[in-house]
Nanobody, 115 residues
Framework: QVQLVESGGGLVQPGGSLRLSCVGS????????MGWYRQAPGKERELVAR???????NYADSVKGRFTISRDNAKNQVYLQMNSLKPEDTAIYYC?????????WGQGIQVTVSS
């Protein structure tokens, strides 16, 4: 089992950038595929980006070219660099760790994009 804690959220103006971090503990971090999900008010939780154990990545179409996911297994961390932020990126962002058949979640962190 792994515990996840997110940081780096906040309020940013449209066009700005934020970097989310997630630190994991309690298990061998490199064994997990990692991801970032988000949930906006009144909407379902959706996948934003995912990075596999080997470093392969995939992104939601809505964030391709703007967001970058990366991981540092030595530090037990996964990151989400978010550039060119839009108001529609406003949501609670959740860190996710996946190892068949289990999903583990952080508590979530608010990202608000507004002028």
């Amino acid at each position: 089992q792994v515990q996840l804690v997110e940081s780096g959220g906040g309020l940013v103006q449209p066009g700005g950038s934020l970097r989310l971090s997630c630190v994991g503990s309690g298990s061998i971090f490199s064994n997990y595929a990692m991801g970032w999900y988000r949930q906006a008010p009144g909407k379902e939780r959706e996948l934003v980006a995912r990075i596999g154990r080997s470093g392969s990545t995939n992104y939601a179409d809505s964030v391709k070219g703007r967001f970058t996911i990366s991981r540092d297994n030595a530090k037990n961390q996964v990151y989400l660099q978010m550039n060119s932020l839009k108001p529609e990126d406003t949501a609670i962002y959740y860190c996710n760790a996946y190892i068949v058949p289990y999903h583990y979640w952080g508590q979530g962190i608010q990202v608000t994009v507004s002028s």
